[in-house]
């Protein structure tokens, strides 16, 4: 039972580079989310998508794009990165709004 | 604005200990609302979700509570043990997609 897989596990960037990251999950979900986990601000939502083809903007969407070209997948864009984007980053998925969220493991990313 | 408030931010119990933990939330208007916990270095594992709806969820030695209209939950560990040691955390959803997490209660259980 994978659940929700993100990749890579760990980045290290420097200012200004870009980099995806994926999120794939199998349990056939239509909701699918990105969140950021920082020290003293916990979770915070900054996208998320209700099916294959729409994305929409969360709490903190500025700096990332995203794109859910396939259901079972939803990738985070970072097209220039910032220092203050160093965080751990995770990836959700549920099967509709009122049903419980399956997390990823994570991406701790650096940007140096 | 939604604000999550879970107190205390750490605890530290004996094993066998039967414990609760607070989750507060400003807005009342939720649909929903979820415990987790976050093993060190590790995602979220989800533990209960109660619908706004309802008052309470069970799953073994776990038992979730919700008041909406007093914007409380509460999360109640039987017989704690050594494993259950991790940071819990409340997270609420209203009407926009937006789950509003709180900052998360560290629990230690000693053997």
């Known amino acids: 039972n994978a659940g929700v897989t993100q990749t890579p596990k760990f980045r290290v960037l420097k200012t200004g580079q870009s980099m995806t990251l994926l999120c794939a999950q199998d349990?056939?979900?239509?909701?699918m989310y990105w969140y950021r986990q920082d020290p003293g601000m916990g979770l915070r939502l900054i996208h998320y998508s209700v099916g294959e083809g729409t994305t929409a903007k969360g709490e903190v969407p500025d700096g990332y794009n995203v794109s859910r070209l396939k259901k079972q997948n939803f990738l985070l864009g970072l097209e220039s990165a910032a220092p203050s984007q160093t965080s751990v980053y995770f990836c959700a998925s549920s099967s509709n709004r009122n049903q419980p969220q399956h997390f990823g493991d994570g991406t701790r990313l650096s940007i140096l | 604005k939604q604000e999550v408030t879970q107190i205390p931010a750490a605890l530290s119990v004996p094993e066998g200990e039967n414990l609760v933990l607070n989750c507060s939330f400003t807005d009342s208007a939720i649909y929903n609302l979820q415990w987790f916990r976050q093993d060190p270095g590790k995602g979220l594992t989800s533990l209960l979700l109660?619908?706004?709806?309802?008052r309470e969820q069970t799953s073994g030695r776990l038992n979730a509570s919700l008041d909406k209209s007093s914007g409380r939950s509460t999360l109640y560990i039987a017989a704690s043990q050594p494993g259950d040691s991790a940071t819990y955390l409340c997270?609420?959803?209203?009407?926009?997609?937006?789950?509003?997490f709180g900052k998360g209660t560290k629990l230690t259980v000693n053997p």
């Open positions: 109660i619908q706004s709806s309802q």
């Open positions: 349990m056939n979900h239509e909701y």
């Open positions: 997270a609420v959803k209203g009407k926009s997609e937006k789950l509003v």
